[in-house]
């Protein structure tokens, strides 16, 4: 039972090379793989951001000035962003109830499907706003089926030693898809014809195709087999995620594993808001909420325009590269540490400096353009780039290592669809409103906007403090000793836990000990 002793620091104080040493090949396949999962996503968030600015786009779907200069309209903008975060959702509730029904692996090739039928509509689009839309919006399905499938697979095949790694990977690969894709539209940005938008769309094939190899290879959740009584199926996959195991331990994990899902079964959504679960669901939710809320729609979608909008002209494209490979390095950052540092001070650290960049841009959108000195104008660059280097050290993510984390076995599926509901539409309401707020047209607030999400960046620092707590090193049969143990959740790194087999294992003497008395 839960206790006040300091839980065991074995696992908590693991140094990276300590941590490295769990990893084996086939751990190693599946990282790349769950990676590629969410790559397609950060790809065609930075594909797009730069797509509506290039010339040979907005020739085509755009309005053209009395000076030829052509651009999407304010409207445009914000419904070709924002409304696919609506497929975003459909794919967030078809994964949970695929993943929980079929297994995760079907899921899986829904994603590879869904991802290659939007990706087909928006490329072989030629005039039609309505038809490259569209395929936007069930692009976007794939993005939703991965933030909800993948952490839970990661979460149910991962050595807890390297959960917190495992699960960083997803920010990790959607940055390294904005790389991409800013390198590529960075290409075409001079090519005058359709091609110049059309080979950035079209790359998006790659990845999918790739993952349809792959899935061959992958096994099925072993968690899913035994909750199935598929004891053979759940051996042979534990068998290949545990390399280094010997069969002994395997059939330990197993028979402790059964021991944990006999105590367990699929939950209902009245659970799910019920009082025993009602804190856990509040976590997953504040984590996802917080993820969005913090404005990085506004550099990540938006970056190119606004530039282009401060008078940097074909800068912004470059800008947009610096600044995917700086994010790229902090991700690096996070997936080395993030199970040694813990969740709780990256959180609170990025999202402080998060809001004092974000503050120090819309400092300088309070001064007119023309008045810029090339100091200033520097400034305003870094101050992006330096909120998107806290923001991938820290929300972008973190909060897929919690919510991972946070959901009860038995409602992991319904609470993670909850909690990527609650992002997709934050995601959908920032990423709508954003282009009225900076537009000259509208709002015009331009980066005055940074004083808005600035000021959620520091009250997310402030529910951080109170609502997520310090989860890591610890198994997910030990988080739900956690939460039962009725401690605060800023106190949680204070409770000693027991592993599954170590449940297990006392369960067994308990037995042996009644039958010794009987």
Known sequence: MPGDAPQDLSVVDMSLRQRLKHFNGFLAFLLVFSGFCAFNYGYDVGTFGGVQGLPSFTRKFGECDEDGVCALPGWLSSVMTATPFLGKALGCIAAGWIAERFGRKAAFYLLCIVSIVGVTLQTTSVTSRAQFTLGRIITYGQTGIAIVLVPIYQAETTPRELRGMFASTIQLMIVFGQVVSSLVTYGTKSIPSTAGWRIPIGLQLVSPGILLLLLTFVPESPRWLLDRQRDDEAFNSLRKLRKHSSDEDIHLEIESLK??????????WAEVFGKPNRIRTIVAIVAMFGQQITGQTFPSQYGVIFYQSQGFGQKAFLYNVIGNLVSLVACFLTWGYVDQVGRRPLLM??????????????????????????????????????????????WAPISYVVVSEAATLRLKEKTNLLASVFSVLTTFVVSFTTPYLINANYANLGGKVGFIYGSFNFAMVVATFFVIPEMKGRTLEEIDQLFASGVLLRKFGDIKTRTAQELYESDIDKKADNQEYA
């Open 349 to 394: 650290l990025g999202g402080f400096f998060m809001g004092v960049w974000l503050f120090v841009l819309g400092g300088l959108g309070t001064m007119k353009t023309e008045d810029f000195t090339p100091a200033t104008s520097n400034l305003l660059v870094a101050s992006l780039q330096l909120f998107s280097v806290f923001y991938n050290l820290s």
């Open 259 to 268: 021991y944990a899902c006999a105590h367990e079964d699929n939950g209902t």
